[in-house]
Nanobody, 117 residues
Framework: QVQLVESGGGLVQAGGSLRLSCLAG????????LGWYRQVPGKQRELVAS???????FYADFVKGLFTITRDNTKKAMYLHMSGLKAEDTAVYYC???????????WGQGTQVTVSP
């Protein structure tokens, strides 16, 4: 059973910061790659960042230099540190576990981030 629970979203002014958390109830967390997607109503979900089991991070071009993805294997947690937020970062942010481990992609319930201009 895979459980992904996000938290940390909220309302922030443009230029502000937030830290999103994802608690992952999965076996062998330390050996797994995870990541964050985001979705705006009416648009496709898009990859924001991912982090490998060896802490290699990938970032979408639109967040490079502003967002940082980290993980804490002792807590089975992953984080997205967001700074310099813009109105266009407003979205629901989802934690995900790639399908390569179980045959299905798992998603959390999402956490809303709203950036006011």
């Amino acid at each position: 059973q895979v459980q992904l629970v996000e938290s940390g979203g909220g309302l922030v002014q443009a230029g502000g910061s937030l830290r999103l958390s994802c608690l992952a109830g999965i076996a062998s967390f330390a050996n797994k790659e995870l990541g964050w997607y985001r979705q705006v109503p009416g648009k496709q979900r898009e990859l924001v960042a991912s982090i490998s089991s060896t802490d290699n991070a990938f970032y979408a071009d639109f967040v490079k230099g502003l967002f940082t993805i980290t993980r804490d294997n002792t807590k089975k947690a992953m984080y997205l540190h967001m700074s310099g937020l813009k109105a266009e970062d407003t979205a629901v942010y989802y934690c995900y576990l790639p399908a390569k481990y179980t045959g299905s992609t798992y998603w959390g319930q999402g956490t809303q981030v709203t950036v006011s201009p």
